[in-house]
């Protein structure tokens, strides 16, 4: 056990990487790592480099898994489910089928042409941006082990549960008729299996192309959470998400769903949100928030399901993360 | 020869667009590229992740930014 919290503590956390940075602001820029300057420095080098160097190394190695994943697979998987399971299974597949945020439409139609419940293709939508593995391990390397478990089991429960209540509204009427147009025929040609070289080399080439997109919103994010961590007044954070305020919650939401960023970018964030005393609970709304519903992404989904539809979608995902928050803000010190 | 590229929003549609004119190039077919973006048109391809690449109606390759090497072995599988 204790060599395991040494190889967390050293691979996750990087604690030799955080007395390194340490030293080189001390010794070479000459500034105290308490003091202002200094700690915003510290931060933005250490977090933007044990960031980029996880998420390299994660994109690899799940980017491996994944490829035993293409959605044509998972159609076929989920279309042997039924009820509750169906969108159980739906939400755990979100975590590992790759797909970008462009492929949302044609995933749609090609979920619910092959006749999956609506309920299990929203399911599948909502775990997809919001729980993925490379977020449980980054989490992990943030905020400890227990809380990435209790994150990715909440997503999972926000997937199923809403997925489980638009199923149940009998909102197909909402979708566009098109959607349920018989296709010509099916491209299922992905799905002949891959030699473990063309794994390898499908991996590399999503951890080059995904890095080479999100290394900006890396950055972005460290920045301002290494502004938040010690340039932001202190009584201006407790007054606005402090952990006594029952808006607090409901003011990280309102803010992060419409905003656009990878999950990546807003760890910084929400880790240095956490340093300086806002509730664990209010800072997972605000990630939840940002990842799991944009307006880029409501836009394109606006072209597949009638506004009310959309409407239901992002009622039911906006309360859902809210529930999340509040309950993270009660409990959440069992975790850290 | 008909050569499409489904996809419409990210980078990565237009990588596999340029990607297949290089191809074309290469093996000096000359043909045009042409780009589907609507997604009922998308739809009946039977396509579950872009970009995804159509030739003479029948998809080649989906979810996959191909290299130009990989296209040229496809065009030339095709012209087979």
């Given amino acids: ?336 | 020869m008909v050569v499409k590229v489904l996809g419409a929003c990210c980078g990565n549609c237009a990588t596999l667009m340029e990607n297949t004119r290089i191809a074309l190039k290469e093996l000096g077919i000359g043909c045009e590229v042409e780009k589907v973006t609507d997604f009922a048109e998308i739809a009946k391809y039977g396509v579950m992740s872009i970009p995804a690449l159509v030739i003479d109606d029948r998809v080649v390759s989906s979810g996959k930014v191909l290299k130009p090497k990989d296209i040229m072995k496809i065009l030339e599988g095709v012209a087979r």
């Avoid at chain 1, 980054?138 to 926000?158: E, P, Q, R």
């Avoid at chain 1, 010690?230 to 003011?251: E, F």
Wanted: aromatic share 12%; proline share 4%; glycine share 12%.
């Fill in chain 1, 1 to 336: 056990m204790a060599v395991f919290g040494w190889l967390n503590d050293q691979l996750l956390k990087m604690e030799w990487l955080w007395s390194l940075v340490a030293q080189l602001v001390e010794h070479v820029f000459g500034l105290d790592v308490g003091s202002r300057l200094g700690g915003s420095i510290h931060f933005f080098i250490y977090d933007s480099i044990k960031i980029l160097v996880l998420l390299s190394a994660l994109i690899f190695g799940i980017s491996y898994i994944q490829s035993f994943f293409p959605p044509e697979r998972t159609k076929k998987i989920l279309g042997r489910f039924h009820g509750i399971g169906a969108n159980v299974l739906g939400a755990l597949l979100g975590t590992v089928t790759p797909f970008c945020s462009c492929s949302s439409i044609p995933l749609f139609i090609g979920f619910t042409n092959a006749g999956l419940p609506l309920g299990v293709t929203f399911s599948f939508l909502i775990s997809s941006p919001l729980v993925d593995l490379a977020s449980l391990i980054l989490i992990a390397g943030i905020f400890g082990w227990a809380t990435a478990i209790a994150y990715v089991v909440v997503g999972i429960v926000l997937a199923v549960g809403a997925g489980t209540i638009i199923g149940a509204s009998g909102a197909e009427k909402y979708v566009e008729p098109f959607v349920f147009n018989r296709m010509r025929g099916s491209a299922d040609l992905d799905y002949q299996a891959l030699s473990t070289r063309e794994r390898l080399a499908y991996a590399r080439d999503e951890a080059v192309g995904i890095l080479s997109k999100v290394w900006i919103y890396v950055l972005v994010g460290v920045g301002i959470g290494a502004a938040i961590h010690n340039w932001i007044p202190q009584t201006l954070i407790a007054a606005v998400l402090g952990q006594d305020k029952w808006y607090s919650v409901l003011l990280a939401t309102v803010v992060g769903v419409p905003m656009y960023a990878d999950i990546f970018g807003t760890l910084p964030i929400a880790e240095a949100l956490v340093a300086r005393g806002v509730g664990l609970g209010t800072a997972l709304s605000f990630m939840m928030g940002v990842t799991a519903l944009s307006l880029p992404s409501l836009v394109l989904l606006k072209r597949v399901v009638k506004p009310r539809l959309l409407a239901i979608f992002v009622g039911i995902v906006t309360v859902g993360i809210m529930i999340i928050g509040y309950a993270f803000n009660a409990f959440g010190h069992l975790f850290i």
